[in-house]
């Protein structure tokens, strides 16, 4: 009824109540009302051994302040469990006053000390609800609760409730409405408001043994007491050169497996964990962040509060480090600059940052692709002004580097026939010119620093026979191989054969298609 955590007696006793409030609504027979003085026995003996279990629980809270030393916390603790005490006298004082009174209007007891009143039906019921004791009592037993809330700092709810607060009423249509007194006392001869009186007696123990045993861990709570102790290694690093000193400091530290403390960096709880030796601890990890590095030794001072708050106590410490400012190192085919509308790789790494480097890459003036391995970006210029590649890590930028843009470098064509260059000079004898091949190759630095980049395809050319001065037969291909079979009948000694490339393309990084123009667009080979 009362709720919080309840011993398998307490248990026993909310049952008995329930009982007795269901017989009431059946109007049960006179024999079944007998049986209420015996449930009031049952509840008033079952007090008496609480209330004897809270008796000895305030005098080992007595004895624990003593043994501690008459600690000033402590005292405080013994101080409100007195005051428990002394709140729960008075208020079962009150309702045993108030069981007498009920046998008293009833008629009293008779020469076998049975009550008289036993069956009656309506005395104790216009007393606790006509004249208004029920509300008495319903203030005094709410305003105990709170005052245990207030002792002890752990909530209470009221003792005292009117039907609809209670589960097994406040669906029931015909109980729902009713007061606490209506509830509890209407319609309920004296046995029965007498066993009431009882159950709400053990309920007002069973809050007196909750605070009382709140503020008995309260007693010592302060303490910690080390149950654990582990050797533990602190080095200076864990990584040395060779030839070079390893340093670590060797103690012992201690543990209370028992304790739950809070771990706290720069004022905000990071979540517990437990090492292989069951001992609890706060890991801090951060990203970590600096500025004004020091010119000389490229190092920054940095701070960070850790806290760690156990039994009410805070222990605090203030722990400096340096962040030393990142080298960023860029390995590529072309330092210099890199190719407008190009896939410029490079491999950016800084090696401080160790297996922690995983960088993240903007631009302003290009596009960047991150590459299949830690630090390998592509940046594609879209323009000739300068590129600005900027670097970060977790969300810290680490640098910026800037590059020039210089333009792709045009291809070169070459001619051949019988897969053999043209001679331009001494040219090809009419008999052997049967086809030519006209091609676009890319430079030969530009193909080294950016291979993907460097594919040509020559996709239209014009070619003319000319004869002193006159054009023979002019057609266009649409093909790197010119097939010239056709033209044989025509050819003369001392003819020329003019090559005009008219389309080339590069097929560039991201697969697209781009127009060029070579070096040289229009080439004469002589007939022999």
């Known amino acids: 009824m009362a709720g919080g955590k309840e011993t398998p007696r307490q248990k026993m006793i909310g049952m008995m109540y329930l009982v007795l409030t269901a017989l009431l609504a059946l109007q049960v027979s006179n024999a079944v009302l007998e049986k209420f003085v015996f449930i009031d026995e049952a509840l008033r003996r079952s007090g008496e051994e609480m209330a004897e279990k809270n008796t000895k629980t305030l005098s080992a809270i007595t004895t624990e302040v ?30 045993s006053g108030l069981r007498d009174k009920m046998v008293e209007i009833t008629g009293g007891r008779d020469e076998n000390n049975q009550l008289v009143g036993a069956k009656d039906y309506d005395i104790v019921g216009n007393y606790m609800i006509q004249k208004g004791e029920g509300e008495i009592l319903k203030k005094k037993l709410n305003d105990y609760a709170k005052q245990l809330e207030g002792l002890t700092g752990n909530p209470f709810a009221p003792l005292a409730k009117d039907a609809k607060d209670l589960e097994i009423a406040k669906n ?35 809050y007196e043994a909750r605070a009382l045993e709140n503020l008995a861990e309260q007693v010592g709570a302060k303490d910690v007491e080390f149950d654990k102790l582990v050797p533990l290694i602190r080095p200076t690093s864990n990584v040395v050169a060779a030839g070079a000193e390893f340093e670590a400091d060797l103690f012992i530290t201690a543990a209370a497996t028992g304790m739950s403390p809070t ?5 905000k ?17 951060f990203s970590a962040k600096a500025g004004n590095y020091d010119p000389k030794t490229l190092m920054s001072e940095q701070s960070f509060k850790a806290q760690i708050a156990l039994n009410d106590s805070t222990y605090t410490i203030d722990h400096k480090y340096f962040v030393v400012k990142p080298v960023i190192q860029v390995r590529s085919a072309a330092l210099q600059a890199l190719y407008m509308n190009c896939g410029n790789e490079l491999d950016i790494q800084v090696p401080a940052l160790g ?26 210029p879209e323009g000739r002004s300068k590129v600005k590649l900027t670097v970060s890590n977790g969300g810290n930028v680490l640098g910026t580097e800037t590059f020039d843009v210089k333009k792709v470098p045009p291809p070169n064509v070459e001619i051949t026939s019988r897969n053999r260059p043209v001679d331009f000079e001494k040219g090809i004898s009419a008999a052997a010119l049967t086809t030519i091949k006209v091609s676009a190759e890319a430079d030969e630095n530009f193909a080294r620093e950016v291979p993907k980049d460097a594919r040509y395809r020559v996709r239209r050319v014009n070619v003319k026979l000319a004869r002193a001065g006159r ?58």
Do not use: C
Not at 361 to 376: C, D, E, I, M, P
């Open 355 to 380: 297996t922690a480097y995983n960088p993240s890459f903007s631009s302003s003036g290009a596009k960047t692709v991150k590459g299949n391995r830690t630090g390998l970006v592509t940046v594609i």
């Open 269 to 285: 709880e990071i979540p517990a964990e437990e090492n292989e030796f069951g001992i609890k601890y706060g890991k801090v990890k």
């Open 263 to 267: 771990f706290m960096y720069n004022g």
């Open 471 to 528: 054009q023979i037969k002019a057609q266009d291909f649409s093909s790197e191989n010119i097939d010239l079979r056709s033209w044989r009948s025509l050819f003369r000694k001392g003819d020329n054969l003019i090559v005009k490339i008219e389309n080339v393309t590069r097929r560039t990084y991201q697969g697209e298609n781009e127009r060029v123009k070579p070096a040289t667009t229009i080439y004469s080979i002589p007939i022999d």
């Open 172 to 206: 029931d249509e015909d109980q729902k409405n009713k007061t606490f007194s209506e509830y509890y006392f209407g319609n309920t001869p004296t046995a029965a408001g007498m066993a009431t009186i009882s159950h709400l007696e053990t309920e007002v123990l069973n």
């Open 66 to 95: 003593k043994k501690k030393g008459d600690r000033a916390a402590d005292k405080a603790a013994l101080s409100k469990a007195t005051k428990v005490k002394e709140l729960t006298n008075e208020t079962l004082t009150y309702m």
